[in-house]
């Protein structure tokens, strides 16, 4: 890896209801759903962050290999802008601990604050993130749970906030 890899900030996206529509009739894998849909302005999100930043995917789908993550991904055009996908089939790991972030930091071989979490779930994307020493942005529009808000994190209503 190059070094200026290495200097660039990291982005992990949560998957469903952040970088994607999480339909809840839907069942089994996203890839196989006869309909697919990115979040409003994510494609544009993500190919103005790539320019400066490297992106990931850090989901709990623990029915979808890196493989079908990658797919439904692909459905909608944001592959392009995507360096990897990790989930729980790959890092041996479910998501909601510090420990699956701290897989992904020793994989990729950076500090945990060069990554920032994002994500719409407090509980499975944030307050873990935070405890592993990443910075984290919180997709939302409710409050954080008291014992969190002496801590440090973004919140934004909509991707296209990333951007200011």
């Not at 994607?20 to 103005?48: I, S």
């Not at 919140?155 to 296209?160: A, F, P, R, T, V």
Request: overall charge neutral; some cysteine; proline content about 5%.
């Amino acid at each position: 890896m190059s070094d200026s890899k290495t200097k660039q900030p990291i982005f992990l996206f949560d998957w469903g209801d952040t970088l994607m529509v999480d339909f809840p009739e839907m069942t089994g894998k996203m890839k196989e759903w006869p309909k697919v849909q990115m979040q409003p302005k994510a494609d544009e999100v993500l190919a103005e962050l790539s320019k400066s930043a490297r992106l990931f995917v850090a989901t709990g789908a623990a029915d979808s290999a890196e493989s079908d993550i990658r797919a439904a991904f692909d459905r909608v055009g944001l592959c392009a802008y995507l360096e990897g996908y990790f989930c729980q089939s790959n890092l041996g790991i479910g998501k909601g601990t510090p420990r699956f972030y701290q897989a992904i930091i020793k994989q990729l071989g950076v500090t945990p604050d060069q990554c920032t979490m994002v994500g719409d779930h407090f509980e499975k994307d944030i307050a873990p993130a935070l405890e592993a020493g990443l910075k984290a942005i919180w997709l939302t529009d409710q409050r954080g749970p008291a014992e969190h808000r002496r801590r440090q994190f973004l919140k934004i209503k909509s991707l296209n906030e990333l951007l200011h």
